[in-house]
């Protein structure tokens, strides 16, 4: 995981650069009040001469919008290392604050939005009247900054009185001077020049305008950088302005209309570097403790039992580990399969008491029937196979009687032989089972069976013997 040292190290770097560059801070020694006295006090050794700028933050809370907060520069009195002048800022408003020395802007550090409290006298301001600042400034394309983008600062010249300059404030983090570039003439945007902000994506920077009439008297205005639909870095650097961690510049005094204040009471030139060497302490015991909790994660997943392989589903009987108990698969009474039982002889034929029977030939009409007799496959059961020839009329095999028993018309008992035996043709029987379902539970019991048989053909087998 070679993310967690890279990041403890930029965060590192960071502090300690900011520390070692500035070398001091500052401190509020009175509370932000409406017209009363702002004291500063510089802490650690700086080169003097020292000077403060207060810059307007946020919204004005009076009435109507009317914007009575001017930028303020206040330089120190020769070497001296601390500063009081009138606030002349209306109660619920903010300002950030920027202390400087003779080395450059912002060395002293910056502070976060600090908030003015109420006080009973509203003399210093006009809530009626607008302020403006001496002259104002552009950037094209308006109204944005892209990191890594470069954007065009300009202004009309007629109103500047000589060079102009500008800042970049990032409230609680790190102010640096613009460099002016080379200055070029545009139509419609007067004179400018370019520039591309170093400045990490998502920090709120302030760009202040002054000239040779001191910092500020150009005013400011605050942007949120982005990042643009293609983000480029290639301008960045570890040295580019971001907020740098630890406790802001300026001690403890009020961010908001409560009172509530920053952390920090005791500001200390190396605060940052200490707060930032603790903040990379318990980063590093970050780290140790999620990479002790991914190996145990590791280790249980290896010993913990493998899960279990696929088994066949049971469509029909469910899963064995299934609490619930298995369905009632069984039919009704009156749907069970029964077998069909053969029921003894009633009567037994004489006819077909030879193994091997006669044939007789019947002549009706134009057609000869031949009867064949042959013994039983089941004994002298009536349940028979019967043999049928017909030459001519594919009629029904069973000949027609009269009321004495013989054949109808004219038939003649005709004994007749053959060279070779018909082929004995089997006459399938079809046994019907009616029943009656019923209820699934009948009260009354069960019912009797039904069962049809085909006919024996008994008496008329017995009449063409006699005749």
Known sequence: ????????????????????????????????????????????????????????????????????????????????????????????????????????????GTSVAASVMGTSDSSCYNATQNVSPAFPFNISPPNQLVQCSASRLWWNSDQVQGTPNFQGVIPGGQSFSIPVGQVTQVADEGSGFNWTPAVRAGSTLMIVAGDNRGLGTGGSEPYNVQAGLNPNSSCLTNNSPSSTAGAPAGGAYPTNSSGDETGSSTPHPHSSHLTCTSGGVIGGLAAIAILALAGFYIIRRKTSPRSQKERPVDLLQGDPDDNEPPPNTELPQYYQPEPFLATAPTEVSSAYAQEDGGRRSFVSGSNLLHDSLPASRYGTSDRRQSGLTTFSDPRSATPELDGTGAPSGSMTGLTSSRKSPMPRQLRPVNIIQHEDAGLSNPEDGEQAETIELPPAYTNIRKTLEQS
Do not use: H, W
Request: one cysteine or more; glycine letters at 8%; charged letters at 5%.
């Open 1 to 108: 995981m070679p993310y967690f040292p890279q990041v403890l190290k930029f965060a590192l770097y960071l502090a300690l650069s900011s520390s070692l560059v500035s070398g001091f801070s500052f401190t509020f020694t009175s509370q932000p009040q409406q017209c009363s006295n702002l004291s500063l006090q510089i802490t650690g050794s700086g080169t003097p001469p020292y000077s403060v700028l207060i810059i307007p933050y946020g919204p004005t809370p009076l009435p109507n919008n009317i914007e009575a907060r001017t930028i303020v520069y206040q330089e120190f009195s020769g070497d001296s290392s601390s500063v009081s002048f009138q606030l002349k800022y209306p109660t619920n408003s903010q300002f950030v604050a920027v202390v400087s020395d003779s080395t450059g802007f912002g060395t002293g």
